[in-house]
């Protein structure tokens, strides 16, 4: 997180001190601009991390279930039929 921050201020830095264009809007970036994709990008990296202690469970169900349908869709050795 503070290594994210870190490199997060310094690239904000270069691109203001070297007044980089928007090339969407032509304007040069705003302060407020470079503060909100930086603090969204934190958002999502802190969501991914608190899904990444639940993924061994999400695998071994994901095992259970494949397991589970392939005893499901599994052919019989015995046939059954009807002698008349």
Known sequence: MFAFNLWSNFV???VIS???V???TGER???EEIIAVTQCTMM???TAG???PILPGIVKGLVAGKKIFD???RKPM???GTNT
């Open 12 to 14: 904000a830095s270069i």
């Open 18 to 20: 070297n007044r980089w």
């Open 22 to 24: 928007n090339s969407y």
């Open 29 to 31: 970036y705003r302060i």
């Open 44 to 46: 999502a990296m802190f």
């Open 50 to 52: 608190m899904i990444m």
């Open 71 to 73: 005893v499901i869709e």
């Open 78 to 80: 015995i046939h059954s």
